[in-house]
């Protein structure tokens, strides 16, 4: 499986290589998808009064039950015209996507590449959270809501140019520009946070 991953995302446009504020012309109602009310319960995190990676130091791994030995880096493997610049983490559909940290949704977003995406940023409003292909957003996501670390925000899917067969979340934070702009930022690697401060969030059944 992990020959499969340096194949996987051709063109994610990741925040900095999108040159202007992309359009989004979709009612939240039709961007926002009701998922089975049972995919809620994860919201109370047990990692939820930790303090978020700029603080203690850890962070949540954002697929639920995902272990750090299941991760593997992919951060600068090519893609189309750039380096792939996030992680890829491979997971069934329909697992739960948590927030990595205690943070505000700030733009849920579709695009060709992404699909159904969301970008989160953190407290102290220094990074993006970025989370891709999702088969579905978690029921009560919307722009401006505070999450903190482990809450549902997602399901793993295929949406955007994820080959079908092939789930998994792409995974990318960038360091936000002078600005904020939710668009623009610059991409730095989440595998080594991950594998040297990643908490796993138990999967509940
Ligand atoms: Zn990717």
Not at 23 to 29: E, V
Not at 80 to 85: A, D, M, S
Not at 141 to 146: K, Q, S
Request: net charge negative; proline share 6%.
């Amino acid at each position: 499986m992990r020959y499969l991953i340096g194949a996987l995302c051709v063109a994610i446009p990741v925040a900095a290589y999108v040159a202007a504020a992309p359009r989004d012309t979709r009612t939240r109602a039709e961007r926002t998808v009701t998922v089975a009310p049972s995919a809620d319960r994860q919201a109370e995190a047990p990692a939820a009064t930790e303090a978020t990676i700029d603080g203690d130091g850890s962070i949540t791994i954002p697929v639920a039950g995902i272990r750090v030995d299941q991760l593997h880096d992919n951060f600068n493997d090519a893609r189309t015209g750039h380096v792939h610049g996030a992680l890829d983490i491979m997971a069934p559909r329909g697992t739960p996507v948590v927030a990595a940290v205690d943070g505000t949704i700030h733009k849920l977003f579709t695009s060709g590449a992404g699909g159904l995406t969301i970008y989160e940023y953190d407290q102290a409003e220094q990074k993006i959270y970025y989370y891709a292909h999702l088969d579905s957003y978690a029921a009560g996501i919307g722009e401006g809501l505070r999450v903190t670390r482990g809450t549902v925000i997602g399901y793993v899917g295929t949406t955007g140019n994820a080959p079908p067969g092939s789930p998994h979340l792409h995974f990318a934070i960038m360091l936000m520009a002078p600005q904020k702009e939710w668009w623009k930022g610059t991409a730095i690697d989440p595998y080594p946070l991950l594998r040297d401060h990643g908490v796993t969030i138990a999967e509940s059944r």
